[in-house]
């Protein structure tokens, strides 16, 4: 007998992407649109960690980002592992064209606790700080960066 119910994502991938004011892009996260999340979601069976972010990020935003670096690996218990990929500063003609979609928002760090989940905030938070400390793991694939 085939067991019906899909298997449980081991691993979810979101990419933090800032404009030139060092804001956060943030997506609606599902039908709760007064909840906002980072660009992301599950890896598939085999998928590179970091392809999975970038398929989850041009998505949901469009944005095409090489992520090589690792700001934040969560884990968080009986869910999967949550990992923060670094997908770099935009230019102001990128945020733009970002900013036109309704579904994304450009949030400043101060205002993320109004807008986000305890956990992500907590996520988004030390990977803001790893990142001014230039604290990034780069993220290999057999042993080499992508």
Do not use: Y
């Not at 469009?62 to 770099?88: E, K, S």
């Not at 970002?98 to 938070?125: F, G, M, Q, T, Y």
């Amino acid at each position: 007998m085939f067991n019906s119910l899909r298997p449980r994502p081991r691993s979810h991938h979101q990419a933090l992407v800032l404009n030139g004011a060092k804001q956060v892009l943030l997506i609606e996260a599902g039908t709760r649109r007064s909840v906002l999340t980072l660009p992301g979601g599950a890896a598939g069976r085999r998928e590179p960690p970091h392809l999975a972010a970038r398929r989850h990020l041009e998505a949901s935003t469009g944005l095409v980002r090489a992520l090589h670096c690792l700001l934040i690996v969560d884990f968080v218990g009986a869910r999967p592992f949550q990992f923060v990929h670094w997908g770099g500063q935009l230019d102001p003609d990128q945020a733009a064209e970002v900013a036109r979609r309704s579904s994304l928002h450009w949030v400043d760090e101060d205002s993320l606790p109004e807008v986000v989940a305890p956990d992500d905030l907590r996520r988004i938070s030390h990977a803001l700080a790893f990142l001014a400390w230039q604290a990034m793991l780069p993220a290999l694939v057999h042993g080499m960066r992508p």
